[in-house]
């Protein structure tokens, strides 16, 4: 049976619907009737509607074929019986948000449901918060509370609901787009081995970004990502590093996580890029998703702040990226446009005083030199001189077929014209040294995609 069913579903029975609008079974009702377009069947046995929407007692009463997906939230202990009439029903998937399962100790529940989940039911959780795509919110959180993302073409893997969902949030605010959010808890059944291998074949998705605590089939996990890493990078954050972290694993979703130096080793070995934070997961996904690869180690760098340069080359050099001198005939063409006082050799200072035409004429005479395969352009927004019209010099950028990344540190003023950027596929950073990590990665991924 294939995953078809929980990403493009035609109807949709939610189970503990709810009329408190505080509850999960209301929120989650209320979030896909504003984002779904099928048809949404509420089943509480304790009202006859909900927002609007017939409720039936059971799965069972619905006198319509059968639904094609269900969203369960209600207690543990009475998820098997709905599981059951699902199947009875002949629904093919559920998505079940209840916790209190392995994750607190009650893995006999657990066990029953996965022998359930063989008899024609695909089952993605427990112990999750569903999924979220374009056309299809189940999360249960309020949208004014919780930003959702733009359209886009990362894709997102989370064993953890929480950290999914609030890092859902964050790059809503930063403008990153989404091709799907899966949220898939104590993998009863659908894992992340399944998700991988349907998601490289999803057009909407172009990078796959993971946030794992444990994976239950490793050698599987990374024979599947081998294939897959050259069509599609993937991203994996796996935490559970140390001692403390593992015992918190073994407590948050009833998995065991390996040694990690064993984990970085295997997914150096399949060409799996690894995040050692937060911050890189999404930092790597967005580049690997819209910017060609790097093919030498070697960067240019522009910018309008000389201390932000140098602070770039450091970082550069510190991580293996090369920073040459500029050819004496590009430094040349520098200098018939830019002031006495600007640095004409690599990085590049066009100073505090620089406009929109600086960038544009420095950026086209660094792209244009072909030792140069990759730009770090550091782009101060505070400076009076400088129009918001640079953004189009930015985005312009890709006609070279080189990658681009931005550093455009500073506060909303700065952030909201960024996100325009990040709308044409320009990465945009905080600081120029996640700008140049940024890069470093699509180094890392060119050598990849020659490996035998």
Known sequence: M??????????????????????????????????????????????????????????????????????????????????????????????????????????????????????????????????????????FFPRERLKRPADGSIAFITQSGAFGSTILDLIAEEGIGISKFISIGNRIDVNEIELLEYLAKDINTRCI??????????????????????????????????????????????????????????????????????????????????QPVMNSNKIGIVTNGGGFGIIAADEAVRIGLDV??????????LGKFLPDYAVKHNPVDLTGDANTERYEKSLNAVFKNKEIDGVVCIVLMQIPTLEEDVLTVLRDTKIYGKPITICATGGRWTTDRMKKLEAFGIPVYQTPERAVRALRVLYEYGKILKMK
């Open 2 to 139: 294939n995953l078809n069913g929980f990403f493009n579903p035609e109807s949709i029975v939610v189970i503990g619907a709810s009329r408190s609008p505080e509850k999960i079974g209301h929120l989650i009702l209320q979030n896909l009737k504003v984002t779904f377009q099928g048809k949404i069947y509420p089943i509480n046995p304790n009202a006859t509607e909900i927002l609007g929407l017939k409720c039936f007692s059971s799965v069972l009463e619905i006198e319509d074929d059968s639904p094609d997906l269900a969203i369960i939230v209600l207690p543990a202990k009475e998820v098997k019986k709905v599981v059951l009439e699902c199947i009875k029903k002949k629904i093919r998937s559920a998505v079940i948000i209840s916790s209190g399962f392995s994750e607190v100790g009650n893995k006999e529940a657990e066990e029953e449901l996965k022998k359930i989940s063989k008899k024609k039911i695909r089952i993605i959780g427990p112990n999750c918060v569903g999924i979220y795509k374009k056309g299809l919110d189940m999360l």
């Open 209 to 290: 970004a993971m946030y794992l605590e444990s994976i239950e089939n490793g050698k599987e996990f990374i024979n599947v990502a081998k294939k897959i890493v050259k069509k599609k990078p993937i991203i994996v954050f796996k935490a559970g590093k140390t001692k403390k972290g593992k015992e918190a694993v073994a407590s948050h979703t009833g998995s065991l996580a390996g040694e990690h130096v064993i984990y970085s080793a295997a997914f150096k070995q399949a060409g799996i890029i690894e995040a050692n934070s937060t911050e890189e997961l999404f930092d790597f996904a967005k580049v690997l998703a819209n």
């Open 324 to 333: 040459p001198e500029l050819p004496k005939d590009i430094i040349k063409s």
